[in-house]
């Protein structure tokens, strides 16, 4: 596609429900990220993904946390048992490759999710 | 472990007043610097990137920042903002590892 989609745009849900958001990378970019962006907090790295790999995992801030990524393409996030503190945008980024010098990381608009 | 500190967190400017921004991080290797900007209900935009050669880099909509090694600094400036440059400006490093370490943000309010 033409950037990084998100879906969904802005998503309810009660505490304790389990929630799932999806990301839909550019076209033909192999680095996938996945990160937090919450009030006063700026943005804090969840997760990165190499094709379908997931090289570094050390944002998820808890196991309620995963993710997956099939097909070298979309990515879910999945958040369990959702607390209140999970309030936040959640942005998902691609980029052409990884750890290369010069590579510039693309952000979709992010899914708004809000705990009540 | 690379860390970027943004020292203000709200700027309040009026039209055609100059900005600058700062930005410090910190690790020792090779870094590639970063700033995007965030405008009310968009998404992150790239404004800006450094990675080798000329230190002064400018970006979009007539931005410019300055990578000084000795300073671990990589501030942000523009000469005479605009009422829409109005947003939420982010300092970012990655070191060729691939992940991006943001700072928390400036939140930049220009008054008309």
């Known amino acids: 596609g033409a950037g990084v989609s998100q879906s969904p745009s802005n998503k309810v849900t009660e505490k304790g429900k389990d929630v799932e958001l999806r990301c839909d990378p550019i076209?033909?970019?192999?680095?996938l990220y996945w990160y937090r962006q919450s009030l006063g907090q700026g943005l804090e790295f969840l997760i990165y993904?190499?094709?379908?790999?997931?090289?570094?995992k050390s944002g998820l801030p808890s196991d309620r946390f995963s993710a997956e990524r099939t097909g070298g393409s979309v990515s879910t996030l999945t958040i369990q048992r959702t607390q209140q503190e999970d309030s936040a945008v959640y942005l998902c980024?691609?980029?052409?490759?990884?750890?290369?010098?010069?590579?510039?990381?693309?952000f979709g608009e992010g899914s708004w999710l809000t705990v009540v | 472990a690379q860390s970027v500190s943004q020292h203000n967190h709200h700027v309040i400017l009026s039209e055609a007043a100059s900005l600058e921004l700062g930005c410090n991080y910190s690790?020792?290797?090779?870094?590639?610097l970063f700033w995007y900007v965030q405008y009310p209900g968009q998404h992150l935009q790239l404004l800006l990137k450094?990675?080798?050669?000329?230190?002064l880099v400018k970006g979009i909509k007539g931005f410019e920042a300055e990578f000084i090694k000795s300073k671990f600094s990589f501030n942000l400036r523009k000469p005479s903002v605009q009422w829409s440059d109005t947003a939420e400006y982010f300092c970012?490093?990655?070191?060729?590892?691939?992940?991006?370490?943001f700072g928390k943000g400036t939140m930049l309010l220009v008054s008309p």
């Open positions: 980024a691609s980029s052409l490759v990884s750890g290369a010098t010069g590579n510039t990381i693309y």
């Open positions: 450094y990675f080798s050669g000329d230190p």
């Open positions: 076209s033909g970019h192999t680095a």
């Open positions: 690790y020792g290797g090779t870094v590639n």
């Open positions: 970012a490093v990655n070191s060729g590892y691939s992940t991006l370490t």
């Open positions: 993904f190499q094709g379908n790999s997931a090289p570094d």
